[in-house]
Protein backbone atom coordinates (compact mmCIF):
# COMPACT_ATOMS: atom_id res chain seq x y z
CA UNK A 1 0.00 0.00 0.00
CA UNK A 2 0.91 3.40 -0.68
CA UNK A 3 -0.48 6.58 1.47
CA UNK A 4 -0.12 9.80 -0.39
CA UNK A 5 -0.32 12.41 2.42
CA UNK A 6 0.57 16.12 3.86
CA UNK A 7 1.72 16.96 7.28
CA UNK A 8 -0.95 17.63 9.46
CA UNK A 9 -3.53 17.17 6.98
CA UNK A 10 -6.47 15.04 7.37
CA UNK A 11 -4.06 12.25 5.69
CA UNK A 12 -3.10 11.94 9.05
CA UNK A 13 -6.37 9.97 10.49
CA UNK A 14 -4.79 6.88 7.71
CA UNK A 15 -1.83 7.40 8.06
CA UNK A 16 -1.73 6.62 12.27
CA UNK A 17 -4.20 3.66 11.39
CA UNK A 18 -1.58 2.31 8.57
CA UNK A 19 0.62 2.40 11.64
CA UNK A 20 -2.30 0.63 13.83
CA UNK A 21 -2.86 -2.13 11.95
CA UNK A 22 1.13 -2.65 11.50
CA UNK A 23 0.68 -2.90 7.33
CA UNK A 24 3.71 -2.78 5.58
CA UNK A 25 3.30 0.72 3.76
CA UNK A 26 5.12 3.59 1.97
CA UNK A 27 4.47 7.15 2.97
CA UNK A 28 4.31 9.48 0.38
CA UNK A 29 4.98 13.29 0.85
CA UNK A 30 2.51 15.66 -1.19
CA UNK A 31 2.89 18.55 0.72
CA UNK A 32 -0.31 20.97 0.28
CA UNK A 33 1.92 23.83 1.55
CA UNK A 34 3.61 23.68 -2.03
CA UNK A 35 0.75 23.13 -4.14
CA UNK A 36 2.29 19.36 -4.59
CA UNK A 37 -1.40 18.52 -4.92
CA UNK A 38 -2.20 20.59 -7.92
CA UNK A 39 0.97 19.44 -10.03
CA UNK A 40 0.16 16.93 -12.83
CA UNK A 41 1.54 14.07 -10.90
CA UNK A 42 -0.58 14.51 -8.07
CA UNK A 43 -3.73 15.22 -10.48
CA UNK A 44 -3.14 11.89 -12.27
CA UNK A 45 -3.37 10.17 -8.72
CA UNK A 46 -6.32 11.93 -7.83
CA UNK A 47 -7.86 14.18 -10.24
CA UNK A 48 -9.68 16.27 -7.20
CA UNK A 49 -6.09 17.33 -6.13
CA UNK A 50 -7.32 16.43 -2.60
CA UNK A 51 -5.29 14.31 0.07
CA UNK A 52 -5.03 11.90 1.17
CA UNK A 53 -4.94 9.23 -1.48
CA UNK A 54 -4.64 5.06 -0.58
CA UNK A 55 -3.23 2.91 -3.21
CA UNK A 56 -3.71 -0.47 -2.96
CA UNK A 57 -3.21 -3.31 -5.49
CA UNK A 58 -2.67 -0.50 -8.25
CA UNK A 59 -6.50 0.82 -7.30
CA UNK A 60 -6.51 4.55 -5.93
CA UNK A 61 -9.02 5.10 -3.13
CA UNK A 62 -9.60 8.64 -1.67
CA UNK A 63 -11.81 10.38 0.36
CA UNK A 64 -10.56 9.69 4.40
CA UNK A 65 -14.04 8.38 5.94
CA UNK A 66 -14.21 5.68 2.89
CA UNK A 67 -10.21 4.80 3.29
CA UNK A 68 -10.52 4.29 7.36
CA UNK A 69 -13.03 1.99 6.63
CA UNK A 70 -11.07 0.15 4.37
CA UNK A 71 -8.20 0.14 6.41
CA UNK A 72 -10.02 -0.89 9.50
CA UNK A 73 -11.70 -3.98 7.04
CA UNK A 74 -8.52 -4.94 5.64
CA UNK A 75 -7.62 -5.76 9.24
CA UNK A 76 -10.00 -7.16 11.33
CA UNK A 77 -7.94 -8.25 13.69
CA UNK A 78 -6.73 -4.81 14.53
CA UNK A 79 -10.33 -4.26 15.89
CA UNK A 80 -10.42 -0.81 14.71
CA UNK A 81 -14.28 -0.78 14.11
CA UNK A 82 -16.31 -2.73 16.52
CA UNK A 83 -17.79 -5.78 14.97
CA UNK A 84 -21.83 -5.15 16.05
CA UNK A 85 -22.83 -3.79 12.65
CA UNK A 86 -24.83 -1.10 14.40
CA UNK A 87 -21.92 0.02 16.19
CA UNK A 88 -19.73 0.02 13.18
CA UNK A 89 -22.53 2.37 12.21
CA UNK A 90 -22.50 4.52 14.67
CA UNK A 91 -18.73 4.68 13.70
CA UNK A 92 -19.54 5.56 9.70
CA UNK A 93 -21.69 8.23 10.60
CA UNK A 94 -19.24 9.72 13.00
CA UNK A 95 -16.49 9.69 10.10
CA UNK A 96 -19.32 11.10 8.19
CA UNK A 97 -20.34 13.79 10.10
CA UNK A 98 -16.74 14.61 10.06
CA UNK A 99 -16.41 15.01 6.87
CA UNK A 100 -19.30 16.48 5.27
CA UNK A 101 -19.64 19.05 8.43
CA UNK A 102 -16.59 19.52 10.47
CA UNK A 103 -14.12 19.74 7.73
CA UNK A 104 -16.49 21.83 5.31
CA UNK A 105 -16.66 24.33 8.22
CA UNK A 106 -12.76 24.55 8.75
CA UNK A 107 -12.12 24.81 4.71
CA UNK A 108 -14.30 27.95 4.87
CA UNK A 109 -11.52 29.20 7.25
CA UNK A 110 -9.17 28.01 5.31
CA UNK A 111 -9.90 27.65 1.84
CA UNK A 112 -12.89 30.49 1.36
CA UNK A 113 -11.77 30.79 -2.71
CA UNK A 114 -13.43 27.31 -2.42
CA UNK A 115 -16.98 28.95 -1.50
CA UNK A 116 -16.81 32.42 -3.10
CA UNK A 117 -14.77 33.39 -5.92
CA UNK A 118 -13.57 36.92 -5.11
CA UNK A 119 -11.31 37.86 -2.39
CA UNK A 120 -13.69 40.58 -1.51
CA UNK A 121 -16.18 38.01 -0.63
CA UNK A 122 -14.42 36.03 1.95
CA UNK A 123 -14.61 37.40 5.45
CA UNK A 124 -18.45 36.58 5.86
CA UNK A 125 -17.55 33.15 4.55
CA UNK A 126 -14.85 32.67 7.20
CA UNK A 127 -16.68 33.94 9.61
CA UNK A 128 -19.30 31.60 9.61
CA UNK A 129 -17.06 28.60 9.06
CA UNK A 130 -15.45 29.90 12.20
CA UNK A 131 -18.79 30.05 14.32
CA UNK A 132 -19.81 26.68 12.40
CA UNK A 133 -16.61 24.83 13.51
CA UNK A 134 -17.37 26.01 17.00
CA UNK A 135 -20.29 24.72 17.55
CA UNK A 136 -19.37 21.81 15.92
CA UNK A 137 -16.23 21.30 18.49
CA UNK A 138 -18.59 21.91 21.32
CA UNK A 139 -20.40 18.61 20.16
CA UNK A 140 -17.31 16.94 20.03
CA UNK A 141 -16.61 18.10 23.80
CA UNK A 142 -19.42 16.85 25.18
CA UNK A 143 -18.97 13.42 23.05
CA UNK A 144 -15.67 13.12 24.96
CA UNK A 145 -17.02 13.91 28.24
CA UNK A 146 -18.65 11.02 28.37
CA UNK A 147 -15.65 9.41 26.81
CA UNK A 148 -12.27 8.10 27.21
CA UNK A 149 -13.14 7.52 23.09
CA UNK A 150 -15.64 8.85 20.66
CA UNK A 151 -17.78 5.39 19.34
CA UNK A 152 -19.06 2.30 21.21
CA UNK A 153 -16.74 3.64 24.63
CA UNK A 154 -13.13 2.31 22.44
CA UNK A 155 -10.37 2.90 20.54
CA UNK A 156 -11.93 3.06 16.20
CA UNK A 157 -10.55 4.82 13.17
CA UNK A 158 -12.90 7.87 14.58
CA UNK A 159 -10.13 8.55 17.09
CA UNK A 160 -7.53 9.65 14.86
CA UNK A 161 -9.62 11.61 12.48
CA UNK A 162 -10.66 13.83 15.89
CA UNK A 163 -6.94 14.30 16.37
CA UNK A 164 -6.80 15.27 13.03
CA UNK A 165 -9.59 18.30 14.20
CA UNK A 166 -7.96 19.20 16.93
CA UNK A 167 -4.56 19.63 15.05
CA UNK A 168 -6.35 21.85 13.01
CA UNK A 169 -7.79 23.10 16.52
CA UNK A 170 -4.29 24.86 18.14
CA UNK A 171 -3.08 25.57 14.07
CA UNK A 172 -2.68 28.98 12.92
CA UNK A 173 -6.25 29.50 11.21
CA UNK A 174 -8.08 28.55 14.06
CA UNK A 175 -5.66 29.18 17.45
CA UNK A 176 -8.42 27.85 19.83
CA UNK A 177 -6.96 27.49 23.16
CA UNK A 178 -8.13 23.99 23.03
CA UNK A 179 -6.48 22.99 26.53
CA UNK A 180 -8.86 25.72 28.33
CA UNK A 181 -11.77 25.24 26.19
CA UNK A 182 -11.98 21.99 25.37
CA UNK A 183 -10.66 19.81 28.41
CA UNK A 184 -12.35 16.03 27.50
CA UNK A 185 -10.80 16.82 24.24
CA UNK A 186 -7.22 17.39 25.23
CA UNK A 187 -7.58 14.16 27.34
CA UNK A 188 -8.64 11.86 24.23
CA UNK A 189 -5.62 14.02 22.33
CA UNK A 190 -2.74 13.03 25.15
CA UNK A 191 -4.49 9.17 25.16
CA UNK A 192 -3.96 9.23 21.88
CA UNK A 193 -0.27 10.98 21.71
CA UNK A 194 0.80 8.13 24.28
CA UNK A 195 0.15 5.86 21.54
CA UNK A 196 3.29 4.68 19.48
CA UNK A 197 1.57 4.14 16.05
CA UNK A 198 0.28 8.16 16.67
CA UNK A 199 3.92 8.56 17.43
CA UNK A 200 5.95 7.08 14.38
CA UNK A 201 3.10 8.79 12.12
CA UNK A 202 3.76 12.08 13.71
CA UNK A 203 7.78 11.59 13.22
CA UNK A 204 7.18 10.76 10.31
CA UNK A 205 5.20 13.45 9.26
CA UNK A 206 7.60 15.83 11.20
CA UNK A 207 4.69 17.85 13.19
CA UNK A 208 4.06 18.08 16.92
CA UNK A 209 0.17 18.48 18.57
CA UNK A 210 1.01 19.71 22.48
CA UNK B 1 -36.57 -0.52 11.05
CA UNK B 2 -37.77 3.18 11.47
CA UNK B 3 -37.04 5.79 8.21
CA UNK B 4 -37.40 9.22 8.90
CA UNK B 5 -37.68 10.92 5.72
CA UNK B 6 -38.69 14.30 3.54
CA UNK B 7 -39.71 13.92 0.11
CA UNK B 8 -36.93 14.12 -2.25
CA UNK B 9 -34.22 14.81 0.21
CA UNK B 10 -31.20 12.57 0.51
CA UNK B 11 -33.49 10.13 2.61
CA UNK B 12 -34.85 8.82 -0.90
CA UNK B 13 -31.16 7.17 -1.41
CA UNK B 14 -31.24 5.04 1.78
CA UNK B 15 -35.86 4.86 1.18
CA UNK B 16 -34.61 3.35 -1.79
CA UNK B 17 -32.35 1.01 -0.47
CA UNK B 18 -34.57 -0.25 2.22
CA UNK B 19 -37.47 -1.54 -0.72
CA UNK B 20 -34.32 -2.86 -2.77
CA UNK B 21 -33.59 -5.19 0.41
CA UNK B 22 -37.03 -6.22 1.43
CA UNK B 23 -36.46 -5.09 4.54
CA UNK B 24 -39.98 -4.68 6.55
CA UNK B 25 -39.64 -1.09 7.75
CA UNK B 26 -41.84 1.89 9.05
CA UNK B 27 -41.28 5.37 7.16
CA UNK B 28 -41.70 8.73 9.14
CA UNK B 29 -42.42 11.39 6.78
CA UNK B 30 -40.42 14.69 8.29
CA UNK B 31 -41.17 17.76 5.50
CA UNK B 32 -38.50 19.85 5.35
CA UNK B 33 -40.38 22.33 3.66
CA UNK B 34 -42.60 22.29 6.73
CA UNK B 35 -39.44 22.87 9.43
CA UNK B 36 -40.21 19.77 10.32
CA UNK B 37 -36.74 19.16 10.73
CA UNK B 38 -36.44 21.48 13.75
CA UNK B 39 -39.07 20.59 15.62
CA UNK B 40 -38.14 19.36 18.79
CA UNK B 41 -39.98 15.97 18.24
CA UNK B 42 -37.11 15.50 15.51
CA UNK B 43 -34.45 17.35 17.13
CA UNK B 44 -34.84 14.53 19.69
CA UNK B 45 -34.40 12.51 16.90
CA UNK B 46 -31.21 13.42 15.20
CA UNK B 47 -30.15 16.80 17.00
CA UNK B 48 -28.68 17.85 13.69
CA UNK B 49 -31.64 18.53 12.01
CA UNK B 50 -30.68 16.21 9.71
CA UNK B 51 -32.54 13.89 7.18
CA UNK B 52 -32.31 10.64 6.60
CA UNK B 53 -31.99 8.80 10.29
CA UNK B 54 -32.54 5.63 10.44
CA UNK B 55 -33.74 3.82 13.57
CA UNK B 56 -32.75 0.31 14.50
CA UNK B 57 -33.53 -1.15 17.61
CA UNK B 58 -33.75 1.70 19.31
CA UNK B 59 -30.42 2.96 18.41
CA UNK B 60 -30.69 5.98 15.77
CA UNK B 61 -27.87 5.99 12.95
CA UNK B 62 -27.97 9.47 11.03
CA UNK B 63 -25.89 10.46 7.71
CA UNK B 64 -26.47 9.38 4.44
CA UNK B 65 -23.37 7.22 3.76
CA UNK B 66 -23.24 5.64 6.89
CA UNK B 67 -26.87 4.44 6.46
CA UNK B 68 -26.29 3.32 2.77
CA UNK B 69 -23.32 1.24 4.01
CA UNK B 70 -25.51 -0.09 6.68
CA UNK B 71 -28.28 -1.24 4.93
CA UNK B 72 -25.99 -3.00 2.17
CA UNK B 73 -24.09 -4.75 4.91
CA UNK B 74 -27.27 -5.96 6.45
CA UNK B 75 -28.09 -8.10 4.38
CA UNK B 76 -25.51 -8.73 2.21
CA UNK B 77 -27.43 -11.49 0.00
CA UNK B 78 -29.08 -8.41 -1.73
CA UNK B 79 -25.52 -7.47 -3.44
CA UNK B 80 -25.48 -3.94 -3.06
CA UNK B 81 -22.05 -3.09 -1.65
CA UNK B 82 -19.24 -5.71 -3.54
CA UNK B 83 -17.89 -8.51 -1.42
CA UNK B 84 -14.53 -7.26 -2.78
CA UNK B 85 -12.86 -4.76 -0.14
CA UNK B 86 -11.49 -2.86 -2.77
CA UNK B 87 -14.32 -2.36 -4.60
CA UNK B 88 -15.88 -1.87 -1.32
CA UNK B 89 -13.52 0.95 -0.71
CA UNK B 90 -14.42 2.78 -4.18
CA UNK B 91 -18.33 2.56 -3.27
CA UNK B 92 -17.90 4.33 -0.17
CA UNK B 93 -15.49 6.94 -1.29
CA UNK B 94 -18.07 7.71 -4.07
CA UNK B 95 -20.74 7.71 -0.89
CA UNK B 96 -18.25 10.44 0.90
CA UNK B 97 -17.45 12.63 -2.37
CA UNK B 98 -21.19 12.91 -2.72
CA UNK B 99 -21.91 13.99 0.37
CA UNK B 100 -19.03 15.95 1.37
CA UNK B 101 -18.62 17.99 -2.34
CA UNK B 102 -21.75 17.23 -4.19
CA UNK B 103 -24.37 17.91 -1.39
CA UNK B 104 -22.19 20.68 0.19
CA UNK B 105 -22.19 22.37 -3.47
CA UNK B 106 -25.75 21.84 -3.69
CA UNK B 107 -26.46 23.39 -0.20
CA UNK B 108 -24.79 26.59 -1.03
CA UNK B 109 -27.14 27.16 -3.47
CA UNK B 110 -30.66 25.65 -1.44
CA UNK B 111 -29.10 27.05 1.56
CA UNK B 112 -26.97 29.94 1.12
CA UNK B 113 -27.32 30.35 5.49
CA UNK B 114 -25.00 27.71 6.58
CA UNK B 115 -22.07 29.37 4.86
CA UNK B 116 -22.92 33.16 5.28
CA UNK B 117 -25.06 35.08 7.81
CA UNK B 118 -26.35 37.75 6.37
CA UNK B 119 -28.58 37.67 3.16
CA UNK B 120 -26.66 40.32 1.04
CA UNK B 121 -24.00 37.56 1.39
CA UNK B 122 -25.93 34.71 -0.26
CA UNK B 123 -25.46 35.60 -4.17
CA UNK B 124 -21.92 35.07 -4.27
CA UNK B 125 -22.21 32.14 -2.53
CA UNK B 126 -24.73 30.41 -4.47
CA UNK B 127 -23.13 31.47 -7.47
CA UNK B 128 -20.03 29.50 -6.42
CA UNK B 129 -22.49 26.45 -5.30
CA UNK B 130 -24.12 26.23 -8.66
CA UNK B 131 -20.89 26.68 -10.46
CA UNK B 132 -19.36 23.43 -8.33
CA UNK B 133 -22.40 21.64 -8.56
CA UNK B 134 -21.83 21.98 -12.63
CA UNK B 135 -18.49 20.61 -12.59
CA UNK B 136 -18.93 17.94 -9.97
CA UNK B 137 -22.14 17.07 -12.60
CA UNK B 138 -20.19 16.87 -15.70
CA UNK B 139 -17.76 14.85 -13.80
CA UNK B 140 -20.55 12.16 -13.03
CA UNK B 141 -21.67 12.63 -16.15
CA UNK B 142 -18.07 11.03 -17.63
CA UNK B 143 -18.07 8.30 -15.29
CA UNK B 144 -21.41 7.22 -16.32
CA UNK B 145 -20.59 7.37 -19.45
CA UNK B 146 -18.50 4.58 -19.11
CA UNK B 147 -20.67 2.16 -17.47
CA UNK B 148 -23.87 0.73 -17.00
CA UNK B 149 -23.62 1.86 -13.12
CA UNK B 150 -21.68 4.56 -10.90
CA UNK B 151 -18.71 1.19 -9.22
CA UNK B 152 -17.96 -2.00 -10.31
CA UNK B 153 -19.86 -2.34 -13.37
CA UNK B 154 -22.59 -2.95 -11.58
CA UNK B 155 -25.90 -2.12 -8.90
CA UNK B 156 -24.74 -0.69 -5.95
CA UNK B 157 -25.82 1.33 -2.90
CA UNK B 158 -24.16 4.18 -5.00
CA UNK B 159 -26.59 4.30 -7.65
CA UNK B 160 -29.82 5.07 -5.91
CA UNK B 161 -27.75 7.96 -3.89
CA UNK B 162 -27.18 9.28 -7.83
CA UNK B 163 -30.67 9.53 -7.91
CA UNK B 164 -31.30 12.20 -5.86
CA UNK B 165 -28.73 14.18 -7.26
CA UNK B 166 -30.33 14.15 -10.23
CA UNK B 167 -33.84 14.64 -9.06
CA UNK B 168 -32.22 17.75 -7.43
CA UNK B 169 -30.99 18.60 -10.77
CA UNK B 170 -34.38 19.07 -12.74
CA UNK B 171 -35.80 20.47 -9.43
CA UNK B 172 -36.08 24.28 -9.01
CA UNK B 173 -33.08 25.37 -7.23
CA UNK B 174 -30.83 24.37 -9.98
CA UNK B 175 -33.27 23.88 -12.76
CA UNK B 176 -30.72 22.11 -15.47
CA UNK B 177 -31.95 20.39 -18.69
CA UNK B 178 -30.59 17.33 -17.09
CA UNK B 179 -31.10 15.23 -20.40
CA UNK B 180 -29.73 17.39 -22.95
CA UNK B 181 -26.53 18.18 -20.82
CA UNK B 182 -26.50 14.95 -19.10
CA UNK B 183 -27.62 11.89 -21.45
CA UNK B 184 -25.38 9.32 -19.74
CA UNK B 185 -26.94 10.22 -16.28
CA UNK B 186 -30.28 10.26 -17.87
CA UNK B 187 -29.61 6.68 -19.04
CA UNK B 188 -28.65 6.03 -15.60
CA UNK B 189 -32.13 7.33 -14.35
CA UNK B 190 -33.71 6.07 -16.63
CA UNK B 191 -32.72 2.64 -15.78
CA UNK B 192 -32.93 2.99 -11.95
CA UNK B 193 -36.57 4.27 -12.50
CA UNK B 194 -37.73 1.24 -14.40
CA UNK B 195 -36.88 -0.91 -10.83
CA UNK B 196 -39.66 -1.93 -8.76
CA UNK B 197 -37.94 -0.81 -5.50
CA UNK B 198 -37.23 2.49 -6.51
CA UNK B 199 -41.05 3.25 -7.96
CA UNK B 200 -42.13 2.41 -4.62
CA UNK B 201 -39.88 4.40 -2.67
CA UNK B 202 -40.85 7.38 -5.03
CA UNK B 203 -44.58 6.82 -4.75
CA UNK B 204 -44.54 6.35 -0.91
CA UNK B 205 -42.65 10.05 -1.11
CA UNK B 206 -45.12 11.00 -3.83
CA UNK B 207 -42.24 12.56 -6.27
CA UNK B 208 -41.64 11.82 -10.04
CA UNK B 209 -38.56 12.41 -11.11
CA UNK B 210 -38.53 11.95 -14.78
Do not use: H, T
Given at each position: MKLYYSPGACSLAPHIVLEEIGEPFEAVRVPIGDGAHRQPAYLAINPHGRIPALEIDGTIITEAPAILAFLARHRP???????DPVQEGKCLEFLAWLSSSVHTAYAQVRRPERYVD????YPPVMEKGRANIARHFAEIESILESG?????GRYTVVDPFLLVFYHWGV??????DMARDYPAWTQHADALLARPAVQRALAREGIAIR
Open positions: DSDLLPADEPDPYAVAGRYLSF
